[in-house]
């Protein structure tokens, strides 16, 4: 995923994934293609779902998804600037957490999900992406990405597609929230404010 291996789960290339968690085993198969976006950067995607596909929908946009979070610098900076629908890094648009490295999100939906993708947007700053995240589903699966750190040290300077990753999940998995936590920093001498500007879940609602 994101032009890197993916650890805890075991998945490489289109490999299949087994992820224990207490003595229960969760078994995800990836079947990824690869794609370039627009920086030429290669990352592995089935595809972006659209609304269109069986009912797949931008699950994050629900009025009664919710979040919690490890922390946020203030107001302008909450746990659920994550999901509003803006991926460009503005002030009262994106989270923001005090620290770095082990801070996390979690999102939290109305009902049982069908998980299709996730897209995570990083912050615009170098010291504020993480090289390797964490997510852990509440259905017992869990997995490590790694990503290529591209960030700009200026902010002004910042490009939308050197921020996005891109994870598929083939058959989705059904879960009712998800934790997203950076393990480790693309800058961890200076790292701070770790966060997202946006966090795009894509699937289906199991109830209406």
Request: with cysteine; glycine share 10%; hydrophobic share 35%.
């Amino acid at each position: 995923v994101g032009g890197s291996g993916v650890g805890r789960s075991g998945v490489g290339g289109s490999g299949v994934g087994v992820s224990g968690v207490g003595t229960k085993q969760i078994t995800t198969r990836f079947t990824p293609t690869e794609k370039k976006p627009h920086d030429s950067k290669k990352i592995f995607s089935l595809g972006t779902p659209t609304e269109s596909q069986s009912g797949i929908v931008n699950l994050s946009m629900d009025p009664e998804t919710s979040c919690t979070d490890s922390s946020h610098i203030n107001l302008n900076h909450k746990c659920s600037n994550a999901y509003d629908g803006k991926v460009e890094p503005e002030i009262g648009h994106e989270w923001a957490s005090v620290t770095a490295k082990g801070e996390w999100i979690k999102i939290i939906f109305r009902t049982f999900v069908q998980l299709v993708q996730l897209e995570v947007w990083h912050r615009c700053n170098a010291e504020a992406q993480a090289k390797v995240l964490n997510l852990v589903f509440s259905s017992n699966f869990a997995m490590s990405v790694n990503r290529t750190c591209d960030g700009s040290k200026y902010y002004t300077k910042c490009t939308g597609q050197a921020r996005f990753s891109r994870y598929d999940f083939s058959p989705a998995i059904i879960v009712d929230w998800f934790k997203i936590t950076a393990a480790e920093m693309c800058q961890p001498d200076t790292a701070r404010f770790v966060g997202f500007t946006e966090v795009k879940a894509m699937g289906r609602f199991m109830i209406n």
